[in-house]
């Protein structure tokens, strides 16, 4: 079932992600679903006018509470900021910069194959089943809300996708092999560039602890990896 199988799956699912990159090019619609996404924009579209993360909404003239937004921002000592991490402001300022919103939308398409990927090497490394990984892989594309997330102005494609890579660094990190340290290095080096855009990719260190204590070979070097990753 391997290798045959590979010869399937890996041109459907770089197919299914050029028609996803290829519908949020052509055919997303553009527009606001929640005022989250409002946030996540206007500190990007700040950050790329003002190179600051401090966002302008005249709360200085009025002084009213409402202007905070129901608290997605946030007074910090020095002016009015986005309550998200800084992430995804520093990120989508560029994009915005050269393709406008539509970039945004292109980025977290390219982020959801990055995620689609990540899915299907994370199933075959822990199963060592072709066909089970890429029914894993069509599961969490067509069985989640992933594609929901896909197209609108959220990073939840890119911590789903930093997530996914972490986990299977980690799980390639506990067994009894050389190069242990360099791949806790780089889950630990994924997993907090993943906590640039959504803070509760930090959930998933409970589970690395847990499973490290339980079937670390080399429990010293994925400790130290991780910590300095």
Known sequence: ????????????????????????????QLGFFIIDEVIYLFAADTFLNTGRLI????????????????DLLTLGPGGITSQYPPGTTWVWAPILGVMG??????????????????????????????????????????????????????PHSISI??????FYLFLRALE???DVFRLA???GL????????????VLALPAFALLSVLYAARLDRIILGGTLG
């Open 1 to 28: 079932m391997g290798r045959p199988m590979s010869r399937l799956t890996t041109p459907l699912l770089v197919a299914l992600s050029a028609g996803l990159v290829l519908y949020a090019v052509f055919f997303a």
């Open 55 to 70: 966002v302008e909404n005249g709360l200085h003239l009025g002084q009213s509470g409402d202007l905070f937004w129901s």
């Open 101 to 154: 919103e539509r970039g945004v939308i292109v980025f977290n398409a390219i982020a959801l194959a990055g995620a689609l990927f990540a899915t299907r090497t994370l199933a075959r490394q822990m199963f060592q089943d072709e066909w089970v990984a890429l029914v894993a892989s069509l599961l969490f594309l067509f069985g989640t809300f992933s594609l929901e997330y896909a197209f609108v102005y959220w």
């Open 161 to 166: 996708w930093t997530v996914t890579a972490s």
């Open 176 to 178: 009894d092999r050389p």
């Open 185 to 187: 290095f780089f889950s």
């Open 190 to 201: 994924v997993l907090g560039f993943g906590l640039l855009f959504r803070l509760d990719n």
